[in-house]
């Protein structure tokens, strides 16, 4: 599973925390807005109440009568928010808008505002007391308005919160294209390629990246060049020792006149002989194993199979070996010596369980094929042999690690082994057959 | 053929001259670069086998010198470095074969033959002489399908006048191929196994440039 990338998660939180900030804004100035127009609304009620009582108490003194309620007319039909009741000191209504409803008028003593059921009140009383005015406002009016200002701050954000989302998740596409840069230098370069990514343009959080990237890959080409280095000396030293030791006793072997002594000579150069390769093949695996196998200038592959070819024309199987090669050079990064051990690993295998002539094929396309005659191989062996560390079952002496260094060096190369039998077109025969180009560096899958 | 064998290994280097030295060639024996340049510079030798890694220096710098002052004289790498670069750098050094240790002696001696039948001009083993028929590999020679046997100095001479067909050969020339067989060889060495040869093959084979030396003839 893979993680979210940086820009999506970076843009998520920011998104929900510029969110966040714009909502909690509207909501503290729809707040403030809320109780500054509280004032102004409580303001205008005190000033119409105080304008009214004046009225009133004007109307009242001049009546007859005293006592009687009276309702004002509306003189036109409007939407009224104001309504108010005028009372005497005994609690006779004088005087009502002609809305009010005087049950929903609670008698106040104290001049002022007061609220209670759902409206808003201001008290006041004139001529010591005689009459007193209560005005009334709902509070429903002023929540209206108040929620109408706070959708109208809320509206923008509609607009704005997308946009600062979209801003945000651009802003660090382009903030992070160094990155990305990053990436498809790395990406670029050949699975050979060990030199040090340059610095000196790098962004500073990616310098200490790139810096210890450096680092590794310095370390990796000390690592594979000692490895290479130990391969080839201990192969020197190990050679040395057998190659006194072996010549000295096929010596032995043509001079000893008795036949004790010659059949001894031969066991101990028979030993030698198995000691040698085996401690070839060690070797191989180990520079199949761990040393670097492509190379940075691409060889020719056609004298690395002459040589090796070549290697097989002398001795007890001369003559068994032929080698096809296209007429124009065929150019490979494969280390050269990582092919010759797989050429001479497959010659070998073919040489010790064919019979007959052994055909070394190299094909235009950079194919190598090994052929040799042989019974058929069930598949189900064939699928064996294709595993690593198997032996044939005929194997002989055989040490049981050519085809597990060839089978290594193939997968290290990305270039599948394919074993065949019976050859095509015939009822006998085995092939292996392993493309030989080199690795063009692929995109890594992500 | 006079052989000169670059080797430190003591082991290595006397199991070397012994077998080369069995099949009559005659082999100087340096151990270290220095008494190589210097053997080369007095004396000319037909083939030099030269390993790699000496006391005193690398082989194949040394190669490259050789080549660049001209000398022409095969060139048999003998190394413990197994690697095909190696070889391939060998190779362009200018080193005619290249043989890696551990290897059998057989197989040096048929390399040692075929570098030297390449530089005779004629890499094929076979050669047919007037009536004779003869095989430089099997160092055997057939007059009309019988065998003659040749001794093992009759032969290194035989083989002398083969590689340098029609060439005159002086008698201190072909002294010097007996080397390996005799510390000192006698003043009528050489007479006596021409004579010998002649009796073998015909009279023809060997002609006598009086007073210069010996020139291979028709048979």
Redesign the interface.
Known sequence: MTRPSIRLRSAGALSLIVTLIWLGTALVTARLLTSELDEVFDSSLQETGQRILQLAVVDVLGREEEGVTQRVMALDEHEEYFTYIVRDDRGRILLTSHRADPARFPAFSDTGFHQADDQRFYHESAVSGTVALTIAEPLSHRREVAREMALSLALPLVVMIPLSIAGIFYGLGYGLRPLVQLRAQLARRGAKDLSPLPTEDMATELRPIADTLNQLLARLDTAFAAERSFT?NA??????????????V??LR?TATDPESVRRAEEVEAT?KRL?RLS?RLMQLARAEGARLLTDTPQDLR??LR??AG?FA??ADAGRVTLTLPDTPIASDI???A??ILARNLIENALRHGQGPVAVTLDPQGILTVENDCPPILPDDLAALSGRFVRGKDAGDGSGLGLAIVHTIAERIGSPLRLASPLSGKSTGFSASILLRGTPYQEPSR | MRILLIED?R??A???R??AE?EGHSVDWAARLDEASEALATTSFDLILLDL?LPDGRGLPFLRSLRAKGSQTPVIIMT??????D??EGLNAGADD?L????????LS??IGAVARRYSGNPNPLIILGELSINLADRRVTKATRNIPLTAREWVLFEAFLQKPGQLLSKPQLEERLYSFDAEVESNTIEVHVSHLRKKLGAMVILTERGLGYRLGPA
């Open positions: 080839a192969a020197h030293e190990l050679r040395t020792p057998l190659a006194g030791a072996l010549a000295q096929q010596r043509q030698l040698t070839e004298p690395i040589i090796v290697d002398q001795g280390d050269p010596d092919v010759a | 290994d082991v290595i006397t199991a070397l012994e077998q069995g890694m413990a470095l197994d690697q095909v670069s070889r391939i290249y890696v240790k551990p290897f059998d002696l057989s197989e048929a390399r």
